[in-house]
Each structure stands twice: as structure tokens, then as C-alpha cells.
């Protein structure tokens, strides 16, 4: 059968029809899909605190640790940055972002951070006596803000509770040659030493360690001497005094009585 040119004409009116009536439809379906996708993405938005947020906390100290090892200190600042929104609480995370800004020379925000750490540990400790991890970092954020004292009691009780922490004596030791106790300094570097006998620090710690207390003993030794040499002189000084006083009495003149 022959098709006439308006049959034609409309026919393929029709199909133009048809395929923007299916085009219009398939945008629509490609709108909605993209619509539900950002929802999506918005509903997985979690709050501060929420265990979600606190293991993608924990992920993102892991991911400012790399950062920081590899000298990425801007980069790491910002990890450890959104660590701490995630979970303010996350003790390791502001010490962490802390020393970040101390590698950046921020000195005020990094004195900010070691305080909250230090105030962290100290709770977490206090709820966990028993977490050797916590006493190290706690000790790590005292030494930050050269509270020595406070570090050394802290790396003691993380050694306490795990004697083989290498890295833990070894701090012990550092700490407790800022305090110029040598021969405890000693001990806790050959402790780490018989941990790990290739701990090229643990065995220069352990060198100056031993300088210096033989510098105390030096110096205890010629301030003996000293106080010897002063205590002959006193003496000297008193004897001669003493005979001074014992001279005798002039012989008395004829002509000129008393």
C-alpha cells in the first residue's frame, strides 16, 4: 500500500513526539536519582560525638600520623583539625595537632592543644588506671610544656604497667636528664637499651647521661676541697690570732711609772 506524504508527515510527527515525551521522562528519573544521592550523602552527615564520628576520628589520626611523619605539617593541621570536630574528646587528637602546630611554629596553638591533651589523659587515665598508652601520651604532653616532673611521673607508671616499652624507658630517660637525675637517667636508657641494643638514641642518652653525673661527682668532689681548704684556712687564721694575743708584757721603764 502506498503512503501518502501527509501520512508521512504525521507519522513522523508522531515519532518526534514519542522520543521527546521519553527524553523529558528520562531526565526526570536522572533528576530524582541525583536528588536522592545528595540526600543520601546529607542524611550520612554524623554528629560530633556519636560513635560514627569518633571511629572516623580515630581514621583521621591515623591519616594526620602519615601526614606529619612525611612533613606534610599544613596538611596535618588540617586532618587532626577535623579529628577534633569529629570527636572533641579525642585526647591523642589534640596532642597530635599540638605537635603539628609546634612543627609549624605556631608556639600559642600548640601550648593550646598540650594543655587540652594533658586535661584529656588525665581523665582517660582516671577512668583506666590500667592503660599504659595513655600514661605515655600523657607524659609526652607534660614534656611538651616542659613540665618534667609531671612527664616523669607519668612514663613511670606507663613502664610500670608495660615494662617493654622501649620508646616509653626511653622518654623516662630524657625526662629525667632535664631534671639532672643521672643516675635514674642511666637506668631507664639501659633499659630501653636491653629492649632494643640498636636504639642509637636510647645509647647517646645513656652516654650523657653518664657525663653528667660524673660532672656531679666532679663537682661534689672540689666543692669537698673547697670547704676543706677554707675550714685550714679558718684555722690557720685562728692560730695566728691566738699568738698575736700571747705576746708578753713590755718591761716597765724606771723613769716612767704606770
Given at each position: ?9 504525521k507519522?513522523?510527527i ?23 544521592n ?51 574528646d ?32 588525665k ?17 609526652e ?88 681548704q ?7 687564721n685562728l ?20
Amino acid at each position: 500500500m502506498t503512503v501518502s506524504p501527509a501520512n508521512r508527515i504525521k507519522a513522523t510527527i508522531f515519532v518526534c513526539l514519542i522520543s521527546v515525551v521519553f527524553i523529558s521522562l528520562a531526565g526526570c528519573r536522572r533528576n530524582r536519582s541525583l536528588n536522592s544521592n545528595t540526600n543520601s550523602s546529607q542524611s550520612s552527615t554524623v554528629s560530633p560525638g556519636s560513635d560514627e564520628a569518633r571511629r572516623q576520628a580515630e581514621s583521621l589520626v591515623e591519616k594526620g600520623k602519615e601526614q606529619y611523619r612525611n612533613d606534610q605539617d599544613e596538611q596535618a593541621v588540617d586532618t587532626f583539625k577535623q579529628a577534633v570536630q569529629n570527636d572533641p574528646d579525642n585526647a591523642e587528637a589534640h596532642l597530635r595537632l599540638g605537635m603539628s602546630y609546634g612543627a609549624l611554629e605556631k608556639k600559642d596553638e600548640a601550648e593550646g592543644e598540650y594543655k587540652k591533651s594533658v586535661e584529656l589523659f588525665k581523665k582517660k587515665t582516671a577512668g583506666d588506671s590500667r592503660d599504659a598508652d595513655a600514661y605515655f601520651f600523657l607524659g609526652e604532653a607534660h614534656s611538651f610544656l616542659h613540665q618534667d616532673a609531671d612527664a616523669v611521673r607519668a612514663y613511670r607508671q606507663a613502664v610500670k604497667l608495660k615494662a617493654d616499652d622501649e620508646e616509653a624507658w626511653y622518654r623516662l630517660g630524657m625526662a629525667l636528664t632535664k631534671l639532672a637525675q643521672y643516675p635514674e637517667a642511666r637506668s631507664a636508657f639501659q633499659k630501653a637499651l636491653d629492649i632494643d641494643p640498636n636504639d642509637t638514641r636510647a645509647s647517646d642518652g645513656l652516654e650523657n647521661a653518664q657525663e653528667g653525673a660524673q660532672r656531679i661527682k666532679e663537682g661534689k668532689k672540689h666543692a669537698e676541697d673547697m670547704l676543706k681548704q677554707q675550714q685550714a684556712n679558718a684555722n690557720g687564721n685562728l692560730n695566728a690570732n691566738s699568738n698575736s694575743s700571747a705576746r708578753p708584757s713590755p718591761k716597765r721603764s724606771p723613769r716612767k711609772p704606770w
